[in-house]
C-alpha cells in the first residue's frame, strides 16, 4: 500500500449517527421532507405550561412579617395573663379603634393599604412569574427547556443584521410578540421588509418555542442630520 493510499483510508468520511426512524422512509428509500423538523405531537396533545416562579422574595417578607406580629401580640398577651399592662401600642389601638368611625379617612387608608397589600399577594401566589423565559417545545416528555427573551431577540437581531440593506436594527421580545425595527440604507423598503419577513420567520420557527410569536416588522429610512 502507498502512503497516498494510506492517507485516503485515514481522511475517508466517517459514517454520521443519523437514524431515520422506522415507518418514516418513504418508497424509494428516502425520508420525508420535514424529517428533520422538530416533534410537536407533544406540545400539540399537551398545553405547554410557562415556567413558575419560587417567590422566594415575597413569601419571606410576609413569614418575618407574620412572625414578628405574631410574637409581639403573643409576648403582650402573656405579658397580661401574668398581671402585667397591655402595652401602650395595644392600648391606644384599642382605644383609636373604640372612638373612631368607620368612615375615618385614619380608618380607611390603613384598610385601603391592606387591601392593596392583599390583591397583590393574591395576584403573586396565582401568577407563573418568569416573564422572561419563553417556554419550548419539549423534545421528550421529562424535559422541560426555555429559552430567554432577551437570547430570542438578539439570534432575531442577527439573522436581520444579515439581510442586504439593513443598517441597524432593534428587536423586541414580549410573550406573544416579536417587534422589529430597522433602519435601511439602500434597497427598496419593500424588499428589504420582504427579506425580513422571510429570515425572521425562519428564525422563529427554528427557536423551538411552544408558542409562536407574531411577528411585526418596521423598516424605515435613517434620519437626515
Known amino acids: 500500500m502507498s502512503d497516498e493510499d494510506a492517507e485516503r483510508s485515514d481522511t475517508r468520511r466517517l459514517p454520521t449517527l443519523d437514524k431515520t426512524p422506522e415507518g418514516t422512509e418513504g418508497a424509494d428509500g428516502a425520508a420525508p421532507s420535514g424529517a428533520d423538523t422538530p416533534a410537536t405531537g407533544t406540545a400539540d396533545h399537551h398545553r405547554v405550561r410557562r415556567f413558575r416562579s419560587a417567590r422566594r422574595v415575597p413569601a419571606a417578607l410576609v413569614a418575618l412579617v407574620l412572625l414578628a406580629a ?10 397580661v395573663r401574668a398581671g402585667r399592662p397591655a402595652m401602650t401600642w395595644r392600648r391606644w ?54 429559552l430567554d427573551r432577551a437570547a430570542a431577540a438578539l439570534v432575531l437581531r442577527d439573522r436581520a443584521m444579515e439581510v442586504a440593506g439593513v443598517q441597524s436594527v432593534r428587536v423586541a421580545v414580549s410573550r406573544r410578540k416579536a417587534k422589529t425595527h430597522a433602519v435601511s440604507h439602500f434597497r427598496e423598503l419593500d424588499e428589504v421588509r420582504a427579506d425580513l ?21 418596521d423598516v424605515r429610512r435613517p434620519k437626515k442630520r
Do not use: C
Not at 405574631?70 to 405579658?79: E, F, I, P, S, T
Not at 419577513?197 to 416588522?217: F, K, M, N, P, Y
Open 93 to 146: 389601638l384599642a382605644r383609636e379603634l373604640g372612638t373612631r368611625h368607620l368612615d375615618n379617612p385614619w380608618i380607611l387608608a390603613p384598610a385601603a393599604v391592606a387591601m392593596v397589600l392583599g390583591i397583590w399577594l393574591v395576584v403573586t401566589a396565582v401568577t407563573p412569574g418568569l416573564r422572561q423565559v419563553l417556554p419550548m417545545r419539549p423534545a421528550a416528555p421529562d424535559i422541560r427547556a426555555g
Open 70 to 79: 405574631a410574637g409581639l401580640l403573643l409576648y403582650d398577651v402573656a405579658a
Open 197 to 217: 419577513d422571510t429570515s425572521l420567520g425562519e428564525g422563529l420557527r427554528q427557536l423551538g418555542l411552544a408558542h409562536e410569536l407574531r411577528l411585526t416588522v
